[in-house]
Each structure stands twice: as C-alpha cells, then as structure tokens.
C-alpha cells in the first residue's frame, strides 16, 4: 500500500507560525502534513526553517544519505522560496538547476530505492509583504513553476504546482495561514493519489 510520505521542505513544510518570533509551529492539526493523516496518508516531515536547496557537494551528499535512510513510498521535495530571498536573489533558472543536480543525485544513489516515486513542488508564488518588498522576487517565484515542471520531466518524476491551489498566505508574503494549510492539504492529497495510484498499478 502505497501511503507514506517522506516530506521534505522548508518553514512551510515544518508548520511555521509567522506569529511566533522564536520559530514556533501552528498546532497539529493545522499543518498541512498533520492534515495528510486524515485522508490516510502516513506522514515523516522532514521540514526545517531556513531550509533551501542543498547546493554544496557536502550538503547534498548529506541530504542524500538522510533521505536514503528513511523509508517510505513516496518522497515530497518543496524548496526554492529561501533560494529566491537569498541576498544574491538567484533566478529561477539558477534554482531549478540547483533542484536539478540535488534530486539527480539523490536518484542515482547507491542507497536510494528505486520504487520510491518523487514528487517535486513547486511553491505558491509570493506576495508583497514584511518578507517581500522586491518585485523581482515575486515575479522570479512566479516563474518558478515553468522551470520545476523541466526539471521534473527531465527527471522523470512527479510535478505538483502548488499557486495552483488557492493557498492563502500571512501578512509576510511566503508563509501559509492555517487557512493556507488546508488548502495545501487538499491539494496535495489530489496530486499524492494520482502518483500513488500510478505506483500500485491501480
């Protein structure tokens, strides 16, 4: 049966509460991945504040060993907005071609499981707010669905596009409310079971 979830991600996939000024989480049962459960999914979150796309040799060869060691039927990958806030402001070209050579490596790892599907996420686009002031930004998380998708036909894995969603955003311009949560829930419940559905030969 097809039902766990390996998800990895950033402040987004962890439950950041932007209310919290010491990176604190909403309540379970308002995050998306404790949302998961209810539709019958098993859920490990692997979400982390701050995380962005591992793009060292180091850091990928971390991240790869952490993720080879999980088990699970499905990994979801949703990073890319802490890239685009950078300092340097990467585009999102650059991001999709970081995103490119991580999961390319992690794909041909010695460790990793070979029936393990993959689906890459992209982000909801950001919105003006205390976060984002720079339109650049705005207009590079936009495009980053276009650049995702190449990425993940290239590959060969699953694409989601969450702006695709309804996801509601807080007064900073990336994070999702709770009312954003639940749309992410529902939305990625919807992608997870065509991908599942694919894998078990339903």
């Known amino acids: 049966m097809c039902r766990r979830l390996l998800c990895y991600g950033d402040s987004n996939t ?28 098993g859920v490990i979150n692997r979400g982390e504040n701050g995380h962005s796309i591992p793009c060292s040799d180091g850091k990928i060869n971390a991240a790869v060993q952490s993720l080879c060691r999980e088990k699970a039927d499905i990994l979801t990958v949703m990073l890319g907005s802490n890239d ?31 029936s393990r599907e993959v689906l890459l996420i992209v982000p909801p686009p950001m919105a003006p707010g205390d976060w984002v002031r720079d339109e650049k930004i705005i207009a590079a998380s936009h495009r980053l669905a ?43 419940n919807k992608a997870l079971s065509v991908l599942a559905s694919k894998d078990c030969g339903d």
Not at 16 to 23: K, N, V
Not at 86 to 114: I, N, V, Y
Not at 159 to 172: I, K, P, R
Request: net charge negative; charged share 25%; glycine share 10%.
């Open 14 to 41: 962890y439950g950041y509460d932007p209310r919290s000024y010491l990176g604190g989480r909403y309540p379970e049962s308002v995050r998306w991945t404790a949302l998961l459960r209810e539709y019958g999914w």
């Open 84 to 114: 685009l806030l950078q300092p340097s402001c990467p585009s999102a070209r650059e991001c999709a071609d970081r995103m490119e050579r991580f999961l390319a490596t992690l794909l041909h790892a010695e460790g990793w499981e070979k």
């Open 146 to 188: 276009e650049c995702y998708e190449d990425t993940a036909r290239l590959l060969n894995i699953g694409f989601a596009d969450a702006g695709s969603w309804d996801v509601d955003l807080t007064y900073d311009g990336v994070h999702f409310s709770e009312a954003g949560h639940l749309a992410f829930a529902k939305g990625i």
